[in-house]
């Protein structure tokens, strides 16, 4: 089979991009496959995005993720609620993330990262590996 | 005490400016319609202001689960006036800004200008056809009626608005004009 395998939490994810019926055949192991779209559509993830996108690998709320945010980038980060709130809707609209039931009780709506989003994530963070050595190799230097 | 002042802005952020300096002087906006802004006593600073223009009435089911998100988030709504919505949160929780990347904060801008450049476009469509109605009314020798002079007033009037709006938007456009370039090189 074309593609690349990875694995994201015990999830054997597939990345590809055409799969017909002769890649596939009896007696193969079930596997979930994420269709990635074309690397035109791609493209990179903002700072914001991609920052929210790791905070939620924990089940996060609103005001938690803005703190966690400024804490993963030492201060650097500071989102506004009007950002995070669109991004919120973009993300739960492409499925990256989901709304977890709260009790009625409960105001703050807590958002958790999906198998979906974890695959994003990882895509970025190949995308930024890629950069990183690109850029160790022409600029030099060496992270701590 | 409460305090009401009448002040009229075109431009949101020197009105935000000013509502902080207000702010900064221990008097709290709590209450804001068109130009009637009323104030409360408050301590120094206590709060940070922040207009932004929804995008659709304060009654919408989406402006509503927005504003609701906000104060989740310790963003209290004080007024709304027509889609502008009044919104401070306490210093004491730090720094307050809405938007925080250029996509957003470019998406907010385009908002308002679009609000903003419709007035310009009325008056100047509406001016055009004043004027020309009246002018070709003295070439065809006043065929169409004998309110030439009315037409021709009210054209030139209506351009002259039709200026003004576009000179009021120019510093919102080049604001934008920025933001995208910028966009070009960073986030």
């Not at chain 2, 004491?92 to 998406?107: A, H, Q, V």
Request: proline content about 2%; hydrophobic content about 40%.
């Amino acid at each position: 089979m074309k593609g690349s395998f990875f694995c994201v939490d015990n999830y054997i994810g597939l990345r590809y991009n055409n799969i017909t019926d002769s890649d596939i055949s009896d007696g193969d192991l079930a596997v979930e496959v994420f269709i990635l779209p074309e690397s035109s559509e791609r493209g990179a993830l903002t700072e914001a995005v991609f920052y929210i996108l790791l905070s939620l690998y924990t089940p996060m709320h609103g005001y938690g993720i803005m703190q966690n945010v400024s804490r993963l980038s030492g201060g650097r980060v500071n989102l506004g609620a009007g950002t995070l709130y669109g991004a919120l809707n973009t993300l739960l609209e492409k499925s990256w993330i989901h709304a977890l039931q709260t009790d009625k009780d409960s105001r703050k709506k807590e958002y958790v990262i999906t198998p979906l989003g974890q695959t994003a994530a990882q895509a970025e963070m190949e995308r930024l590996k890629e950069l990183l050595e690109n850029a160790r190799q022409i600029i030099g230097g060496q992270l701590q | 005490m409460k305090y009401i002042v009448h002040k009229a802005f075109w431009d949101y952020e020197k009105e935000e400016r000013w509502l902080n300096e207000m702010s900064a002087k221990g008097l709290a906006l709590t209450d804001c319609s068109w130009m009637r802004h009323v104030f409360a006593d408050a301590p120094n600073n206590e709060y940070i202001y922040r207009l932004e223009l929804l995008e659709k009435l304060p009654t919408h089911p989406e402006s509503m689960a927005y504003l609701r998100f906000l104060e989740e988030n310790g963003v209290e709504c004080v007024s709304t006036s027509g889609r502008w919505a009044y919104l401070r949160k306490k210093s004491s929780e730090g720094s307050f800004d809405i938007y925080t990347d250029s996509n957003s904060r470019l998406k907010h801008y385009k908002r308002i200008y679009a609000c903003s450049s419709v007035l310009m476009w009325v008056e100047l469509i509406a001016g055009l056809a004043n004027l020309i109605t009246g002018l070709v009314n003295i070439n065809v020798g006043y065929k169409l009626g004998n309110f030439t002079a009315g037409n021709i007033i009210l054209g030139v009037t209506m351009l002259l608005l039709a200026i003004i709006f576009f000179l009021w938007n120019l510093p919102l456009y080049r604001k934008i004009k920025r933001l995208k370039q910028q966009k070009a090189i960073m986030e």
